[in-house]
């Protein structure tokens, strides 16, 4: 390859030339099929059991949010309390619940356009090269597998993405103010207060904070500023630190649970799949992506502060959290990490879009393969239906339920996705979480197998006592619900228990989620459909 053009001190407007009708029809095209991945029956799949804890939380007033929340979760309730704040305007519907994340998944795109125009403008690039720059970031963003998947979920991670994007310009504008000279005071506002919305939205936001502040450092040092300028620094990054205080107290007293308790495991096939979809897509493209990545830090060595501060946010979190899974607990998920594909996507444009002449159109066909595998896993993603099938559950109750019937969810959690599903469907059914309702905190007798301060595991007596109390119930069917429960009943005792006295009757598993009906003896035969 030729090497890419080399940085020129161009920074006037971004204009695309005599190209900007098919490009502009191209971002349109790309857009419009990443708003459909986005919204694609988004209302029509139930809340899955994250979802539920969210909603559930939301239901309650603040003063139990910053009470009781701290005392079962290890994220800080800060997320909670802006979804009470917006289901008190906007009830706690479906629609309701999932519009944040919509709407910050639909702003996300342009918002990485932005990063991607201020990096071309750090490195020197004319306009139209710009141009092409901020068109290729935008369509990444929009079709990048993690960023549709978040934006469809009523959790905090589309609200981390955006802020996280936001951030990403923000270091680049103050890194342009360092380089001209000029006071850093009229953005430093910006960066600390999405600092502080990183650190508070989930208990992994200090990862994130670790790498923005990193790349902070990178971007403005501390030669040339003004003496205002590191004051402000300093005074700025203690701020925080003492807002974050309770949010770090909260994860601090979880965390001995999560540790002992955890249901993640470090599988580093699992990790390998992850980090291919975080970067790029599945398979052979991602040895594609892998060789514009490298590009993308070539074309950055004329401005290497700029492609350092890039790296730093694209790659620091994620490394950190594998850290802490090898040395400490496992903690890496795709989720918690899909706010870096923000700066990565507009790496992967750099290394798409650097390089001129025949060299260029090379490039733009490696990348094109990335995007179009990006965009067949969206639709696979889609085309395999919801997380978890709660309305699928509900439906198979519905044909199968009678007057009198219970539901035992068992570990207690479960019973939160399924009312809501039971809810949606306008059907009422009785179900009872054991031993207690979430959160069950310091049950008596229970200890936490999960890692979560609100859902206890009962020792197999109680399991066998509770088990003969239910099967003697009068209930034509005791409907037996497990989520994810082998570390809460690895023998299986409330089953066996119950079956004991009453046949088992009926069975529907769908992923995690596992329904037994046990019929009464005395009650008629049910459809066994």
Same mark, same amino acid.
């Given at each position: 390859?030729? +090497? ?13 030339g005599a190209g900007v009708l098919p490009l502009a029809a191209a971002m349109l095209l790309v857009a419009i099929v990443g708003c459909g991945l986005r919204l694609w029956q988004v209302l029509a799949e139930p809340l899955w059991l994250d979802e539920a804890y969210s909603a559930f939380a939301a239901a309650?007033?603040?003063?139990? *949010? &910053? ?14 309390? %802006? ?13 309701? /619940? ?15 356009? /932005? ?38 979920? !009523?959790? #905090? ?41 990183? *650190? ?44 974050? %205080?309770?949010?770090?107290?909260? =994860? ?16 580093? $096939? ?45 790659? $620091? ?29 507009? %790496? ?10 025949? !060299?260029?159109? %090379? ?22 239906? #919801? ?27 479960? !019973? ?11 059907? =009422? @059914?009785?179900?009872?979480? $054991? ?20 859902? +206890? ?8 006592? @509770? ?10 069917? $005791? &409907?037996?619900l497990r989520v994810s429960g082998v570390p809460y009943d690895p023998a299986e005792v409330l089953a066996r228990t119950l079956a004991r006295r009453r046949p088992q009757v009926s069975l529907w598993r769908y992923g995690a989620i596992r329904l037994i009906g046990f019929r009464s003896p005395s009650a008629p035969a049910p459809?066994?459909?």
């Open positions: 390859m030729p +090497p890419p053009l080399q940085p020129q001190a161009r920074r006037g407007p971004l204009r695309i309650h007033p603040f003063a139990w *949010l &910053w009470s009781v929340v701290p005392q079962y979760e290890t994220h800080p309730p800060f997320y909670y309390a %802006l979804l009470r704040c917006w289901t008190l305007v906007a009830g706690d519907g479906m629609a309701a /619940l999932r519009l944040p994340g919509i709407v910050a998944g639909l702003l996300t795109p342009p918002l990485v356009a /932005l990063v991607a125009a201020e990096a071309g403008r750090l490195l020197g690039w004319p306009a139209r090269r710009r141009g092409l720059l901020v068109a290729v970031a935008f369509a990444l963003t929009c079709l990048g597998t993690p960023l549709i998947e978040m934006s469809r979920q !009523a959790r #905090p991670y589309p609200l981390m993405i955006l802020a996280y994007a936001a951030a990403s310009l923000v270091l680049l504008r103050l890194h342009r103010r360092a380089l001209d000279g000029r006071r850093l005071a009229g953005v430093l506002p910006a960066y600390f207060l999405l600092l502080a919305a990183m *650190l508070w939205l989930h208990a992994l936001g200090p990862l994130f904070g670790v790498a923005m502040t990193l790349a902070l450092g990178v971007g403005v040092g501390w030669r040339g500023l003004h003496r205002r300028d590191c004051f402000a620094l300093v005074a700025g990054h203690a701020v925080v630190a003492l807002a974050y %205080l309770p949010a770090l107290l909260i =994860v601090h007293r979880q965390a001995g649970g999560w540790v002992a308790g955890t249901w993640l495991h470090l599988d580093p $096939v699992r990790v390998a799949d992850h980090l291919q979809v975080l970067y790029a897509a599945p398979g052979w493209p991602a040895l594609v992506a892998a060789a514009l990545y490298a590009a993308a830090a070539f074309a950055c060595r004329g401005a290497l502060r700029v492609g350092a501060m890039l790296v730093l946010l694209a790659t $620091v979190p994620v490394l950190l959290s594998l850290g802490l899974s090898v040395f400490v607990t496992p903690v890496f998920i795709l989720r918690t990490v899909a706010p870096v594909a923000a700066p990565a996507f507009v %790496l992967l444009a750099l290394g798409a879009t650097a390089w001129a002449g025949r !060299a260029r159109l %090379l490039a733009l066909l490696m990348l094109a393969t990335v995007a179009v595998n990006m965009a067949v896993v969206d639709v696979q993603a889609r085309a395999e239906g #919801p997380i978890e099938d709660w309305y699928g559950a509900v439906d198979w109750l519905a044909a199968r339920a009678r007057p009198g019937d219970v539901v035992l969810a068992y570990p207690n959690e479960g !019973a939160l996705p399924l009312r809501y599903a039971l809810r949606d469907r306008g059907m =009422v @059914l009785p179900v009872l979480p $054991v031993p207690a309702p979430v959160p069950a905190i310091a049950f008596p007798g229970g200890d936490y197998p999960g890692g979560t301060g609100g859902v +206890p595991r009962l020792p197999p007596a109680r399991l066998r006592a @509770l088990a003969d109390r239910w099967a003697a119930r009068p209930a034509p069917t $005791v &409907w037996l459809d066994r459909r």
